[in-house]
Every structure is written in C-alpha cells, then in structure tokens.
C-alpha cells in the first residue's frame, strides 16, 4: 500500500508541476512548476531504489537523485538570471511579453 | 516484516501535505503564497524521503531545496515587478483543455504504475528497513567508484552554470 500511495502522489506532484507550468503566465511561476516536476522524479527515484527488487544496491537510486538535485539547483540559478535579463529587456516577468522571436 | 499503523499513518499525513502543498503552488492567485505552497511540498517530501531510509537525500532536500532554491525564488519575486493577474486571460477553454490532458496523463500514469506494482490497494512487500550503519561513505562510495564520471560532468556543469548565469545576468553597458 506504501509503494501504491507514494507512486501516486508523485504522480499527482508531477500532473500539478505541469499544470503550474502551463498555465502560469508569470515566468517565476513556471520556474516553480518545473522544480515541482523535478522534485516528484526524485521522489520516484528513491521510491524505485527502495521498493524494487531488481536493484541491487538502493542506494543507487538515491545517487541518481542526486544528481538530479543538483542540477535542479543549477536549473534554478540559470533560470532565474534568465528571468531577470527578461526583465530588462521587456520590463515584465510576463512570458508573453518575449514576443520578439513571433513571426 | 510489516509497517506498522503509525508510521502508514505518518506516510499519508507526509502525502496529503505534499499533495496539497503542489496544488496551491500550482493554483495560488499570489506568486508569494505559491512559493511558501512550495516550501510546504519540499518538506514533506524531505520527511518522506526520511521515512524511507534516505536521510542523506532529506538532508540535502532541507539545505539545498528549503534553503537554497525558496530564497533564491524569494529574490527573484523580490526582484521583478508585479503583475496584477497571473493567470491566463479570460482563455478558460485554454485553461481546460490544460487540466484535462494534464488529468487523462495523470491518469495514464496511475494506471501504467498499477500495472508495474500489480496490486493496487492492498499490502504490498515491504523490504524490511535497510539499515546502513555507514550511509554516507556508501554514498561517496559510490560517487567516486561507480559514478566517477558523472560525477566529475556534474561538477563542470555546475561550474559551466554558475558562470552562465552570470553572464546572461549581468548589467549590459
């Protein structure tokens, strides 16, 4: 029953991450929804190193995650520069604003 | 070996928070109150990872996630300008196509992972707890054994992000 639980709320975690990705117009918001996304990946990571038999060694699902922890936070870092270049150079967080490239 | 009924508990209530957590992050009208909505998800999945013999991933959760990643986005809220409204215009047919393919692939998902544990709702093996009494040197273990050379791209690209950021940030003349 844990295994079920944990699957689905990881699951649920990731359908929300992409509905905040999708439906935010703000680009911070969007930021948040992918680390939403990211973290519930992890989640699934661990939960498969813990629960699966065919893995030899759990803790190799946890150093998988890991990695990804780490360039989630990278992820963050560059995202966020990029959203403060957006905003000087629109002067709104608006993702519709970045409009240039529109033909 | 079983779970017993406190710690199933405490697994649901973990869930439930997190759950909740995801969905005001994703549907809070306030940027701000998105982020604590966050807050409250990255902590409860770091509990979760506790509750599963990962103290180590839960530890990194709480420092680098609750630490690092929810200030960094406080200053970057900080930072940028308000918007009034932060949702889509009135495109609410947009907005529900949006929740209902998210939902039938959300679904999609519970299915395929019902199919993979084979049993739904009933008690599933529950490994008994693995204990290490050297968790961490495992851990490092593996880093620089098996994972050397991830490992080593991980930390250029780190580096490779670091001084992007940088750049794509910096005040141009």
Redesign the interface.
């Known amino acids: ?9 990881s ?10 990705v ?5 680009a ?2 969007m ?3 992918i ?2 996304m990211l ?1 519930s990946v ?2 699934n990571l ?2 498969f ?3 699966s038999e065919r893995i030899a ?4 699902g ?2 998988y ?3 990804i ?10 995202g ?6 957006l ?2 150079k629109f ?4 993702a519709d604003a970045a409009g240039t490239l529109k033909g | 070996m079983g ?1 017993s009924s406190g710690q ?1 508990a405490a ?2 209530v973990l ?1 439930l928070l ?2 909740s957590g ?2 005001y ?3 809070a009208n306030k ?1 701000f109150h ?2 604590l909505a ?1 807050l409250l ?2 902590g409860s ?1 770091a509990g ?2 506790f509750m ?3 103290e ?2 839960g530890v ?2 709480i420092l ?2 609750m630490g ?2 929810v200030v ?2 406080v ?3 900080m ?3 308000a ?1 009034d409204e ?3 215009p009135p495109m609410v047919k947009w ?1 529900m196509v ?2 209902i393919g ?2 039938l ?2 679904t999609f ?2 299915f395929i ?2 199919y993979y ?1 084979g ?6 093996r ?2 008994p707890r ?1 204990t ?1 009494d050297k ?1 961490f040197q ?2 490092s273990a ?2 620089t054994d ?2 050397l050379v ?2 080593e791209v ?1 930390s250029v ?2 580096l490779v ?2 001084i ?3 750049y ?2 910096r ?2 003349e």
């Open positions: 029953m844990v295994l079920s639980v944990l699957l689905i709320v699951t649920l975690i990731f359908g929300l991450g992409i509905l905040a999708v439906t935010r117009r703000n911070i918001g930021l948040l929804g680390e939403l973290n992890n989640l661990v939960i190193g813990r629960f060694d759990p803790l190799e946890q150093v995650a890991l990695f922890m780490a360039l989630a936070v990278a992820e963050a870092a560059v966020l520069a990029l959203i403060l270049a905003v000087r002067g709104s967080v608006d | 779970v199933t697994f649901l869930s997190a759950i995801a969905f992050t994703a549907f940027l998105s982020v966050l998800t990255l999945i979760l990872y599963m013999g990962a180590f991933l990194l959760q680098l996630y690092g990643v960094l986005f200053f970057g809220i930072l940028t300008p918007r932060d949702r889509l907005h949006a929740i998210v939902g692939l959300t998902l519970v992972f019902y544990t049993q739904f709702w009933h008690e599933i529950i490994t693995i290490y968790m495992d851990i593996l880093l098996k994972f991830p490992f991980l690209a780190i992000a670091l992007g950021a940088l794509v940030a005040k141009r």
